[in-house]
């Protein structure tokens, strides 16, 4: 396999399962809305507020291919193009769990709020939590993209 190739499929991997995160977070959290607002309709904005969050991760997939686009070019060596493949799987599956952990609070949230009961804010907190790792995710790709050296370049 040559490393133009195995560098694409990281990419591919990586930005196919934040997007994927996103898709899955957001449909929890929306199915929770959906069902919240039977109860309590006039709570639409806060629903849609905490439905959308999970659906952040799909942006650090993008972020992640931004940061390593400039590597995918005929000269990329070996060894970069596995760190990227190994980059790919760590931000893609991070962003997965991240995001569907994080529609988990969300939905919570929101099926307190359809009760009645205003939690907003600390839903939005608790939620927090979860991102953190995905964002942590997109921050070792940064921080590798600096160890890989100029693309093309051993």
Not at 10 to 16: L, Q
Request: charged content about 5%.
């Amino acid at each position: 396999m040559n490393p133009i190739t195995v560098a694409t499929v990281g990419i591919g991997i990586m930005a196919g399962l934040s997007f994927l995160a996103s898709s899955i977070g957001t449909s929890i959290a929306g199915m929770a809305a959906v069902g919240a607002m039977k109860k309590n309709k006039g709570a639409f904005g806060n629903y849609m507020v905490l439905a959308a969050l999970p659906g952040s991760q799909g942006l650090y997939g993008l972020v992640g291919y931004i940061l390593l686009q400039g590597y995918l070019i005929p000269q990329v060596t070996m060894f970069q193009a596995w760190m990227i493949f190994a980059l790919g799987i760590i931000l893609g599956v991070t962003s997965l769990f991240s995001s569907v952990m994080q529609a988990k609070v969300c939905a919570n949230g929101i099926a307190a709020i359809g009760n009645g009961h205003n939690v907003l804010g600390n839903t939005l907190i608790l939620a927090a939590f979860p991102e953190l790792y995905a964002i942590l995710g997109v921050a070792m790709v940064f921080m590798f993209k600096g160890l890989m050296g100029v693309p093309g370049v051993a």
